[in-house]
């Protein structure tokens, strides 16, 4: 029997891997309380014999913890500070074939933003941009590539333009070119292997939900992926205060360099 909070955390990690533990309590179990009550379920012990069965309420379950917030080219100013600076320093050290990481990518807005981005700076047959996010749905939606008109929001007319053809009022499919720079993967960034050499990891706005000791991990892996003077790329919340301590300096707002492996 699933008794309290603690018992169910054993549980979803029996049954998906996922270690809740890893994420900031007060807030996942605010939204997993949430979850059951909106499903009309009288605590964990009903809610997980639920889900155990029913494979569409599990994924449910997984959509909405893994809080999938995303939207193009968001904070603006970063994103330029990334075109303008960043991009132009990186192909001019490593040349045009860039290993681009896009961790916890959500619904594709992140990489395909980075994909036209790069589509500026280099031929898109070199660009490849790896994504990986740990729920399957929002994967799934990402490589359909068909975002609401609010997802575009704060993305430049110019690619509007060029990379999406609009669907009815409400809606908008990003082009083909676009979809073939990206390789969608799924990957918890808690357990799995990460991949190396990468020149530019970008995650944003994700370490919000985890506990202090789960981003250190994170931040040390991925000073492990980067090659020296790659470059991570961070949310707008999301500073790194001991990022010396973990092998990385400050360059940009926002944007750090490895210096040392770790």
């Known amino acids: 029997m699933i008794k309290d909070?603690?018992?169910f955390k054993k549980f979803i990690l029996q049954s998906t891997t996922i270690d809740l533990n890893a994420y900031k309590e007060r807030q996942m179990?605010?939204?997993i309380d949430t979850l059951i009550s909106r499903n009309k379920y009288d605590g964990y012990d009903s809610y997980s014999q639920a889900i155990k069965k029913d494979k569409k309420l599990m994924e449910e379950f997984i959509n909405y913890i893994t809080i999938n917030v995303s939207e193009f080219y968001r904070n603006p100013a970063l994103w330029k500070t990334l075109e303008d600076v960043i991009l132009p320093d990186l192909i001019s050290k490593f040349g045009e074939n860039l290993k681009i990481?896009?961790?916890a990518c959500s619904t594709g807005d992140e990489p395909y933003s980075l994909a036209m981005v790069m589509a500026k700076k280099v031929p898109m047959n070199k660009i490849h941009i790896y994504a990986t996010d740990i729920d399957e749905q929002v994967l799934a939606k990402a490589k359909d590539g068909v975002y609401g008109a609010n997802s575009l929001n704060g993305l430049p007319d110019e690619y509007?333009?060029?990379y999406f053809e609009k669907m009815g009022d409400r809606y908008y499919k990003i082009s083909d070119d676009i979809k073939r720079c990206?390789?969608?993967k799924k990957a918890d960034l808690l357990k799995d292997k990460y991949p190396t050499g990468c020149h530019l990891i970008v995650c944003r706005n994700v370490m919000i939900y985890f506990t202090?000791?789960?981003k250190l991990d994170i931040y040390k892996n991925f000073n492990r992926a980067l090659v020296n003077d790659g470059c991570l790329f961070v949310g707008n919340t999301e500073q790194i205060i001991n990022?010396?301590?973990l092998g990385y300096t400050f360059d940009k707002l926002f944007f750090y360099r490895k210096v040392q492996g770790i």
């Open 5 to 7: 909070y603690e018992d």
């Open 29 to 31: 179990k605010r939204r």
């Open 101 to 103: 990481w896009s961790a």
């Open 160 to 162: 509007k333009k060029k």
């Open 182 to 184: 990206v390789e969608f």
């Open 212 to 214: 202090e000791e789960a």
């Open 243 to 245: 990022h010396k301590d």
